[in-house]
């Protein structure tokens, strides 16, 4: 790990703002060459990001991006948290996929107006109960770190608690599934006037505009 001034350690800087809450913009680089990248940030949302890596569904596994721990880990260092070196192990894997699930379908019963699963309720809330990542002020009092070292328990924590901050806030009613009937991805819309239709204007927002165009002219 590149280490600063100080002895503090600059791999783990962060966007965080606050205690359940980490600073997360939709990405455009989430497309390489008209094609996902690897992982993918655009719901506006750690934890609604969190659940598009793969999952139980058919067309979800399709897209399934944990196959083991160290993927996981990967995930960590390249999302919002930006938090690299953590050590992944089996069960802290295993906690991940079946909170990814219960994050997943208590959106899409969110989103749906049904009532969520109990069990998957109390995923959320078990995984949350542990202590999240917590935040340190830099040396210079400039920026924000996480304090090292950081664990997969704990990263996991600051995803459930998202989770829980999401589901319980005003924001729950802006939970979204993109328009393109062949995507299914999910995002927050934040918008003003939560008219937000597309996963991405850049991709699907883009397809529907060239497919009406086509259609146009034929």
Not at 106 to 113: L, M, T, W
Not at 189 to 204: I, N
Request: proline share 5%.
């Amino acid at each position: 790990m590149n280490t600063g001034k100080r002895g503090v350690d600059r791999s783990l800087d962060t966007s965080y703002t606050g205690v359940m809450s980490v600073s997360v913009r939709p990405n455009s680089e989430s497309i390489v060459r008209g094609e996902w990248a690897r992982f993918i940030f655009i719901a506006g949302r750690l934890c609604i990001d969190f659940t598009q890596t793969g999952g139980e569904t058919e067309k979800r596994a399709y897209w399934e991006r944990f196959q083991q721990p160290s993927d996981l880990a990967d995930w960590f260092s390249e999302s919002p948290l930006h938090v690299q070196g953590i050590q992944v192990s089996p069960e802290e894997f295993k906690t991940a996929l079946s909170l990814r699930e219960a994050i997943w379908r208590v959106a899409q019963a969110i989103r749906q107006g049904e009532g969520p699963r109990a069990g998957d309720i109390d995923t959320i809330n078990r995984v949350a109960a542990a202590p999240d990542l917590p935040p340190q002020l830099l040396r210079d009092g400039s920026n924000q770190a996480w304090h090292s070292p950081a664990t997969a328990t704990a990263a996991l924590s600051t995803i459930a608690r998202d989770a829980i901050d999401l589901f319980s806030g005003e924001l729950r009613s802006r939970i979204r599934e993109c328009a393109n009937p062949k995507c299914g991805l999910m995002f927050v819309d934040a918008s003003r006037p939560g008219k937000r239709r597309w996963c991405l204007m850049k991709r699907c927002g883009n397809m529907a505009k060239t497919s009406r165009y086509r259609q146009s002219r034929s």
